[in-house]
T-cell receptor, first 116, second 114 residues
Framework: AQSVTQLDSHVSVSEGTPVLLRCNYS??????LFWYVQHPNKGLQLLLK????ATLVKGINGFEAEFKKSETSFHLTKPSAHMSDAAEYFC??????????????WGAGTKLIIKP | ETGVTQTPRHLVMGMTNKKSLKCEQH?????MYWYKQSAKKPLELMFV???????ENNSVPSRFSPECPNSSHLFLHLHTLQPEDSALYLC?????????????FGEGSWLTVV
């Protein structure tokens, strides 16, 4: 069965330091993977996605993620945190089902806190 | 601006009221979704419409009634709701067949049931 695990419910970093948000998944087929960001009182915004092209994916706002099949991971990183990065981040797996429909599996979310 | 517009952004309604949430997508997609996001709970998929046909209904109570008149518009009709239905309701759309089935969300409608 497919699943997504975001290993940290909260991550706290100082402004200007690197960010690492961890995501592990399990999938029966070749998945697509996404990171979404949700700022306070806002909807969900697509940050980046992996769909079987380059394993290192660059997204908006300086974020990137690397798909590592051997580790079944898709961790989100950013070299230098900014106060505006404070938000909740969701890792999502999209798997093609036997009936050719896609199923989205959502992680529980990681709240990123930026300390001044 | 995500290309998915939801109205109203905020709604307060009594338990005996009837109201509707509206969603419009300007992306040319053929699939639309309603999600419910409650505090401290995972995101819940409620309904999926593909080419205007409902393809998924995740055991949602009948007090929530979706309507999809065309592939660009989606409504969620609300009646006799309960206080526990207070949540952020998110509309989303995608293009069926696009690699990975990327979905794009609206800003959400905050619903408070009193």
């Amino acid at each position: 069965a497919q699943s997504v695990t975001q290993l940290d419910s909260h991550v706290s970093v100082s402004e200007g330091t690197p960010v690492l948000l961890r995501c592990n998944y399990s999938s029966s087929y070749s998945p697509s993977l996404f990171w979404y960001v949700q700022h306070p009182n806002k909807g969900l915004q697509l940050l980046l996605k992996y769909t079987s092209a380059a394993t290192l994916v660059k997204g908006i706002n300086g974020f990137e993620a690397e798909f590592k099949k051997s580790e079944t991971s898709f961790h989100l990183t950013k070299p230098s945190a900014h106060m505006s990065d404070a938000a909740e981040y969701f890792c999502v797996v999209s798997d093609r089902q036997k009936d050719s429909n896609y199923q989205l599996i959502w992680g529980a979310g990681t709240k990123l806190i930026i300390k001044p | 601006e995500t290309g998915v517009t939801q109205t109203p952004r905020h709604l307060v309604m009594g338990m005996t009221n009837k109201k509707s949430l509206k969603c419009e997508q300007h992306l040319g997609h053929n699939a639309m979704y309603w999600y419910k996001q409650s505090a401290k709970k995972p995101l819940e998929l409620m309904f999926v419409y593909n080419f205007k046909e409902q393809t998924e209904n995740n055991s949602v109570p009948s007090r929530f009634s979706p309507e999809c008149p065309n592939s660009s518009h989606l409504f969620l009709h609300l009646h006799t709701l309960q206080p526990e239905d207070s949540a952020l309701y998110l509309c989303a759309s995608s293009q069926d067949g696009e690699a990975g089935n990327t979905i794009y969300f609206g800003e959400g409608s905050w619903l408070t049931v009193v």
